[in-house]
T-cell receptor, first 112, second 112 residues
Framework: NAGVTQTPKFRVLKTGQSMTLLCAQD?????MYWYRQDPGMGLRLIHY???????AKGEVPDGYNVSRLKKQNFLLGLESAAPSQTSVYFC???????????FGNGTRLTVT | AQSVTQLGSHVSVSEGALVLLRCNYS??????LFWYVQYPNQGLQLLLK??????LVKGINGFEAEFKKSETSFHLTKPSAHMSDAAEYFC??????????FGKGTTLSVSS
């Protein structure tokens, strides 16, 4: 049972390039989330989804887009990367409101 | 509005000493509260959760936390610290229909 899988694990982009981060979960969870983690800032919510075909903005959504076309996948896109988007990105999922989150191992993104 | 405040970004204890990591919250709905631990270069793992059952919650690795509504607190404790407890700890909050938000984290150092 893989849980939550994030690809890629590492990536270096130049300013202005685009990329998509993939999150896949095999637990049939309804809720999926994208967070970014920066030193001293904790985890901040970028976007989330409460079910297939739905998405919503979190605390820091600017510069990111997401899609949830299939229940098991949640994609995070950067259309035009900026150095401020250098961070570690975590995907997470959960079954229902009161359930704890299950986290992937993160994607370390550097934008130069 | 919801918020989580972790008091102290860095806590240092000696091996065998009491561990106390402080978390206060603000929530307009009945809260679900969680503590997560993050070891270097890894994702977050659930330590324990409070979802309106018993106010004293026991978690993994000997940790426990007590929900105190009157003090809006959910402090994490462990009677005797081990070297392996050195990590970053996050308190998190959600409510019915709301996304999980995190405190900024507390780094626990354990010295021999």
């Amino acid at each position: 049972n893989a849980g939550v899988t994030q690809t890629p694990k590492f990536r270096v982009l130049k300013t202005g390039q685009s990329m998509t981060l993939l999150c896949a979960q095999d637990m049939n969870h309804e809720y999926m989330y994208w967070y970014r983690q920066d030193p001293g800032m904790g985890l901040r919510l970028i976007h989330y989804s409460v079910g297939e075909g739905t998405t919503a903005k979190g605390e820091v959504p600017d510069g990111y887009n997401v899609s949830r076309l299939k229940k098991q996948n949640f994609l995070l896109g950067l259309e035009s990367a900026a150095p401020s988007q250098t961070s570690v990105y975590f995907c997470a999922s959960k079954r229902e409101d009161s359930s704890p989150l299950h986290f992937g191992n993160g994607t370390r993104l550097t934008v130069t | 509005a919801q918020s989580v405040t972790q008091l102290g970004s860095h806590v240092s204890v000696s091996e065998g000493a009491l561990v106390l990591l402080r978390c206060n919250y603000s929530s307009s709905v009945p809260p679900y509260l969680f503590w997560y631990v993050q070891y270097p270069n890894q994702g977050l793992q659930l330590l324990l959760k409070y979802t309106s059952a018993a106010t004293l919650v026991k978690g993994i690795n000997g940790f426990e936390a007590e929900f105190k509504k009157s003090e809006t607190s959910f402090h994490l404790t462990k009677p005797s610290a081990h070297m392996s407890d050195a990590a970053e700890y996050f308190c998190a909050l959600s409510g019915a229909g709301t996304a999980l938000i995190f405190g900024k984290g507390t780094t626990l150092s354990v010295s021999s």
